[in-house]
């Protein structure tokens, strides 16, 4: 009887964080500026991200396909991003293919959490080869 309660609980409380992904699907904001900066950097970039095609995957996630833009003091840098939804508001991004700059870091990605109105995003960007990080604010315009 116990283990029952417990189960019953554990559902519904996945389910309160849980947000539907039609929603996500014809509610996602076409536009995001927000900031990146790495933990041992007290220089911030302001980034943009331009959303483009929003699919449902076969998985269940939503994929978000769009560009980015990094705007810092050695000049701008776009990147394609491919950004990853899961219903209980995870999220991943990963970037690719910057244009004119061989410095920007694509070997990684960012992973954390879209709000529940899908207008803030805040995620922890971690680089594969040396796992150094930084924070990625992002909010819809």
């Known amino acids: 009887m116990f283990f029952a309660v417990v189960i019953l609980w554990t559902a519904q409380a996945s389910h309160v964080a849980a947000i539907d992904l ?4 014809h509610n996602l904001p076409k536009t ?3 900031s990146y900066k790495w933990h041992d ?15 449902l995957e076969v998985n269940g996630n939503v994929l978000v396909e769009g560009i980015g ?3 810092n ?3 701008d840098t776009k990147v394609n991003m491919k ?13 690719t293919n910057p244009e004119d700059d061989s410095t920007l870091v694509t070997n990684g990605s960012h992973v954390g959490t879209i709000s529940q109105d899908l207008r803030t ?19 819809a315009q």
Do not use: H, P
Not at 83 to 95: L, P, T
């Open 73 to 75: 003091r050695e000049g």
């Open 32 to 34: 995001y500026n927000g």
């Open 121 to 139: 995003i805040y995620a922890v960007w971690t680089t594969k080869a040396t796992a150094k990080q930084g924070i990625l604010f992002l909010s």
């Open 83 to 95: 950004m990853q939804i899961s219903a209980d508001r995870r999220i991943e991004i990963w970037e």
């Open 22 to 25: 039609t929603y996500i699907l």
């Open 69 to 71: 833009e990094y705007k």
């Open 41 to 55: 950097d007290r220089a911030t970039q302001k980034v943009s991200v331009v959303v483009g095609k929003v699919s």
